[in-house]
């Protein structure tokens, strides 16, 4: 009998071939081959007016690949249907099934969460029919994000600046914006602390009789230092054994920012790495998934790998080290699908595979290993003291904490890192009296809440219950790619257009585009795939609300003028404006389009040093989205290129300098200067 399996990536299926026998045909789909049309009502490929009636046609580009999937589906006696294991999945599989014309009597769908040779076995045991449920979520999910987005960015070009706005997209944008006028509109509030320096450790001033203070002056401070004297008195000593236990293993976004933050590397970068090694790395003897799939909200691990995890962490550290995993409660707005992020096994360690996989995968795969290997070790313990010294009514604490057993901090300790403060023994002072060296005073203001990093806006989206996990990259992407914003010391910064465009969308949107009503949505959503919640009904509320408040705003949103440039098109005589495409701003005539006259701006070449390679100049170049780069001018014949602007050769070396953090570092050495 000869059976076909259907997959989305062409990795994922080359990884499945090797574990199934010669009955089985394992193909790819290249992700969805299906998508709304842009016909109809406002292009919108849904019939608003007949229960929202989705017309699907095949992507650009899918036809022949749909022709020759249904030659495999004609020529096989029985077809699994094994896409991802969530809602973009299952649309997928039920899209295959329609389109490819699949005998509901011969088909089955499948799921796994990993892509091992056990799991997949597994897998074909247990098979199950197409979700409707979840199909029904996703669709009403992808025809939602179609009406906002296909009637709010067409506003948008015909009313500002701005090339698009989105359900989710635009709330996100509206945060930042938040976050940068609540800096701008801070207003910093002095105050002072008070410090003690012994010969071992140091001592704040925390209270006075009893009470908490706050010093807001420098005359309070000085007051205050005034009154004391250098001899403290022990009043209260207190040590106590506490277990720090491990986090839990990642799920999508915990990965996002700790990727972030850790490696640098943008949401984007992070799910693309994850996702090969989710598909499946050839690692010589075996092509094998390494990962857990890694689009989950979940924080759960596998009952079998806690027991093979708890083996292995026995016989290499001790029974000592062995902890206990504790099963995360369900919050609200968390699917709950499916594991959390971990390898999919725990005896192919980093270092094992290292030879197999570029120095981004290797980062990444050690990560996820070392986090869920230490979320299944016993907890570290630490020995914590707190000293209270009291001097004339003023109450100074010193804190200082020692690792006694470092638990999980044994495989984790490059990612959380442990510093022991030791105090004195205050027994040893028998006149129950400390002389302090010096006494300080500090003056400090209070600062904003920080911009939004791409870890802490994914974390923020999270907490709030915007998006999902298989949704945060590409908004921050788009974000990006439609200029919205832009990023300064890695935190974002929203551009004019930005804030023009979310202004506009507050001012006639404000009750759709904001936290509340989005994440509202989300659990609508949920309860779609639950089959609790009418999805007809749930589509029909929504566009009787939207589409009036569309209407409006065509017709009384005020639309901006183009700038002025002071000259005139020399080809009609109309006024020259300047406008924003697709690769940036540009001058063009007021009078389009009954006249299509573009200024051809005229290249100004930036020299910066001779190029290394040749005997070319290195100069200042742009992608053709606007980013900056330095290469040779005799590019092809000399193909030097790179991101970090050249400064000069290194004294130390010879090798090329480039500027990085206001500092010049020889890419060679890694001597520095400040510039």
């Not at 919108?44 to 699907?56: C, M, Q, R, S």
């Not at 009313?159 to 509206?174: D, E, H, N």
């Not at 070392?370 to 001097?391: C, K, V, Y």
Request: with cysteine; proline share 4%.
């Amino acid at each position: 009998m000869s059976k076909l399996m259907i997959v989305e990536s062409p990795h994922k299926s080359k990884t499945i071939k090797a574990f199934l026998g010669q009955d089985y045909k394992v193909v790819s789909s290249k992700g969805h081959i299906m998508d709304l049309a842009t016909s109809g009502k406002f292009g919108l490929g849904v019939d608003v007016e007949n229960d929202f009636a989705p017309t699907y046609v095949p992507i650009a580009g899918k036809k022949k690949l749909i022709n020759d999937l249904k030659k495999e589906v004609k020529n096989a006696d029985f077809v699994y249907l094994a896409t991802d294991p969530d809602r973009e999945g299952e649309a997928i599989s039920w899209h295959l099934k329609e389109a490819l014309g699949i005998n509901e009597k011969a088909y089955e769908r499948i799921t796994f969460n990993e892509i091992t040779k056990r799991v997949v076995e597994e897998a074909l045991k247990n098979p199950r029919k197409i979700d409707e449920n979840l199909v029904k979520s996703q669709e009403t999910r992808r025809i939602l994000d179609r009406i906002i987005g296909f009637r709010l960015s067409k506003l948008m070009q015909s009313k500002t600046g701005g090339k698009s706005a989105g359900r989710v997209q635009s709330v996100a944008l509206k945060l930042i914006v938040d976050r940068e006028r609540a800096i701008l509109a801070f207003i910093p509030e002095e105050y002072w602390t008070i410090t003690a320096d012994f010969k071992d450790f140091t001592a704040d001033l925390e209270k006075y009789q009893g009470k908490k203070i706050e010093i807001k002056g420098e005359r309070q401070a000085d007051d205050i230092l005034s009154s004391l004297s250098n001899a403290f008195k022990i009043a209260k000593v207190e040590s106590k054994k506490i277990t720090r236990n491990s986090k839990p293993i990642f799920k999508t976004t915990t990965l996002q920012q700790m990727a972030s933050s850790r490696l640098n590397y943008p949401s984007s970068k992070t799910m693309r790495i994850a996702q090969k090694l989710y598909e499946g790395v050839d690692l010589g003897s075996e092509s094998v998934g390494l990962i857990t799939y890694m689009r989950t909200d979940s924080e759960r691990v596998s009952p079998e790998f806690v027991a093979e995890t708890k083996e292995y962490i026995e016989k290499k550290y001790g029974k000592e080290y062995v902890g206990s995993v504790k099963v995360p409660k369900k919050k609200e707005n968390i699917q709950d699908a499916h594991e959390g992020i971990r390898p999919t096994s725990i005896t192919r360690t980093p270092e094992s595979i290292k030879d197999y996989l570029t120095n981004e995968e290797y980062k990444l795969y050690d990560m996820i290993y070392t986090r869920a290997l230490a979320s299944i070790m016993a907890g570290a313990g630490l020995l914590n003291t707190t000293a209270i010294l009291e001097n004339n009514g003023y109450e100074f604490k010193a804190t200082g904490s020692i690792l006694q057993f470092d638990g999980y901090l044994k495989v984790y300790n490059r990612f959380e890192e442990q510093k022991d403060v030791i105090l004195p023994d205050f027994a040893n002072y028998k006149s129950g009296v400390v002389i302090a060296d010096k006494i300080e005073k500090e003056q400090h203001f209070t600062k904003p809440e920080p911009r939004y990093t791409e870890g802490s806006l994914i974390k923020e989206m999270e907490s709030l219950g915007i998006g999902r996990p298989s949704t945060y990259a590409p908004i921050i992407q788009t974000l990006k790619d439609r200029g919205y914003v832009t990023m300064e010391e890695k935190k974002f910064v929203p551009t004019e257009i930005g804030i023009e465009t979310t202004d506009k969308l507050q001012e006639f949107f404000s009750n759709i585009v904001n936290v509340e009503y989005t994440a509202n949505m989300e659990s609508e959503l949920d309860e779609i795939a639950e089959g609790e919640l009418n999805n007809i009904k749930v589509l029909k509320e929504f566009y009787d609300t939207f589409e009036p408040m569309v209407e409006d705003a065509f017709k009384n949103m005020e639309k901006k003028e183009a700038e002025e440039t002071g000259e005139s098109c020399p080809e009609c005589g109309n006024p020259l404006v300047k406008r924003r495409g697709k690769y940036g701003e540009f001058v063009a005539c007021s009078n389009y389009p009954n006249c299509k006259y573009i200024k051809k701006e005229a290249k100004q070449v930036v020299e910066i040093m001779p190029c290394p390679k040749c005997d070319g100049m290195i100069i200042e170049k742009k992608t053709k989205r606007g980013k900056i780069f330095y290469g040779c001018n005799h590019y092809p014949k000399c193909d030097f290129a790179l991101w970090d602007k050249p400064i000069k050769k290194c004294p130390q070396c010879d090798g090329l300098m480039v500027e990085k953090k206001k500092k010049a570092i020889c890419q060679n050495c890694n001597y520095e200067e400040e510039i």
